[in-house]
């Protein structure tokens, strides 16, 4: 069984683990550390950012950590955004910096898109809060019907966390059973069931081929963990074993095929039919949390890998840059959420679920993002991943690169990371200091470096950003 000894409590950190003296390298004469080379890159982050600075202190009257989102917390305080346009995004500072994450890849077709900003505007102008349905909703759900192979039939939510909450739940009912299988490294949002083993610490993760429960955070019950059957990603064997283990239990097995936090970490070969196929055997509902690699194809990663699963969770892209989420699936499974026919099996209510706002910029988003959009993205994603691999191999850093299509993510390892344990192994100060380093460039990346790529940026910006990644790894002795 898929069990730790005793029950785990708080094991999270964020992963990455300090390479001891790896990253000093002589320079003339002086020995210098990332941690000197971070520190001047916090010194002139302060520098240039003292407004958000002062917003940040302001901020903390009234907020815990100055805001309501941990995962756009970065020491010494974020850069306080005032306004977003095409690929610019400039602070409360004045800084205009190139925007290559896209609010955690959501706006895959840049800011302020002039489509999603006229049927935005055209919304405004009819309403935008009903108590009832509004037609927008029909065309949407259309669109991911006639896009994504598994989706017979769809339902909106407000965010990817009630998109995962409502395919777990929708597994439960229609199996009868209780028990969630997910990856360890895999985060699904932040509702309790998920909260398991997303960044465990590794002395409370146990054998990294039968990895222990570990509740993420205080104050989860107990049967948050009791009921989480923990497996190794990318590692089809060892998964099988531990579904067949407790196929009794399984409702559901969720997974990211490309997992974020990790990296942008694609699946191995093999490894989602494998998931696939035994899951379908065993009859546990297979769920793809497309919340992020929903990016990778117009039909969503499951299109570019080939492998249908039974349920899919959507957030980001398809609501157009407005609060969003969507879970759709197996025409048997999403009608237990039918109230037509007298009282529905799983009851589902939301006062902002569908709402038009969000259709509008969602179907304006679907709509621009077409296949040459997708192929144009995905086409520039190689190209900066192949472009840092060069750089990288050039100036000898101890890195390296993962990502699919317009998903890519700087690992500051020289292990090839293909799950929890192996980006464990990055060097955390380094993170810190590129990313850091990359915004005193001018340029915004997620706080562990990863990007994307949006319809607008050009080749320009690439050449810009390699130049600027090529700075800043000199001013850490990689030149
Ligand atoms: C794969 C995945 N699932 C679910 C979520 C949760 O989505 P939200 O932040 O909209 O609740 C995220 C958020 O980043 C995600 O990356």
Redesign the pocket.
């Known amino acids: 069984m898929n069990k730790p000894a005793g029950r785990v409590r708080r094991g999270v950190v964020f992963p990455c683990a300090p390479h001891g003296d790896r990253s000093q390298y002589q320079s003339g004469v002086k020995l210098m550390t990332v941690q000197d080379a971070l520190q001047r890159e916090i010194d002139t982050y302060i520098a240039q950012n003292p407004k958000s600075q002062a917003l940040n202190e302001e901020a903390l009257k009234y907020l815990p950590g100055g805001d309501s989102r941990n995962?756009i917390y970065w020491p010494p305080y974020p850069a306080y955004i005032v306004g977003g346009d095409g690929t610019r995004i400039t602070d409360a500072d004045g800084n205009v910096r190139t925007d290559f994450i896209n609010n955690?890849t959501t706006l895959i077709v840049g800011h302020r898109n002039p489509d999603v900003v006229k049927a935005m505007q055209d919304q405004v102008s009819e309403g935008w809060s009903y108590p009832g349905p509004s037609p927008s909703q029909i065309r949407w759900a259309e669109i991911l019907v006639e896009r994504v192979p598994s989706v017979e039939q769809v339902r909106f939510v407000n965010?990817?966390?009630e998109a995962?909450l409502n395919a777990i739940r929708a597994a439960r009912a229609f199996t009868g059973r209780e028990k969630l299988g997910k990856m360890e490294g895999g985060?699904?949002?932040?509702h309790d069931s998920v909260a398991v083993s997303v960044a465990p610490k590794l002395d409370f993760a146990g054998n990294g081929t039968e990895p222990n429960s570990v509740e993420d955070y205080e104050g989860l019950p107990s049967y948050v963990t009791d009921g989480a059957v923990v497996m190794p990603i990318n590692d089809i064997e060892n998964c099988e074993r531990i579904i067949r283990a407790n196929a009794d239990d399984l409702a559901c097995v969720i997974v990211?095929p490309v997992n974020?936090r990790n990296g942008f970490v694609p699946a191995e070969p093999g490894f989602l039919e494998g998931l696939r196929a035994v899951t379908s055997e065993l009859g546990i509902v297979l769920i793809f949390?497309e919340?992020?690699s929903f990016r990778v194809a117009r039909g969503g990663s499951q299109e570019h890998y080939g492998v249908t699963p039974d349920m899919t969770?959507f957030?980001?892209v398809i609501g157009g840059g407005l609060p969003v989420?969507a879970f759709g699936g197996r025409a048997d499974i999403m009608s237990l959420y039918d109230p037509s026919n007298g009282a529905p099996r799983v009851q589902h209510a939301g006062t902002f679920n569908g709402n038009p706002m969000t259709a509008a910029a969602g179907v304006a988003t679907l709509e621009a993002a077409t296949p040459e959009v997708y192929e144009y993205v995905g086409r520039m994603g190689g190209v900066i991943r192949d472009r840092l691999r060069a750089l990288i191999a050039e100036v000898e850093a101890p890195m390296g690169v993962t990502g699919v299509e317009s998903l890519w993510a700087l690992q500051f390892t020289p292990e090839r990371v293909t799950d929890y344990r192996s980006s464990m192994t990055n060097d955390k100060t380094m993170t810190r200091a590129v990313f850091l380093g990359l915004q005193n460039e001018g340029f915004l990346l997620s706080p562990s470096c990863q990007g994307t790529v949006s319809s607008v940026h050009t080749e320009e910006d690439i050449d810009a950003l390699i130049a600027a990644i090529r700075k800043v790894l000199g001013r850490l002795g990689y030149a």
């Open positions: 995962s955690m965010s990817g966390t995962t985060y699904h949002g932040t990211e974020g949390d919340v992020i969770t957030g980001k989420g």
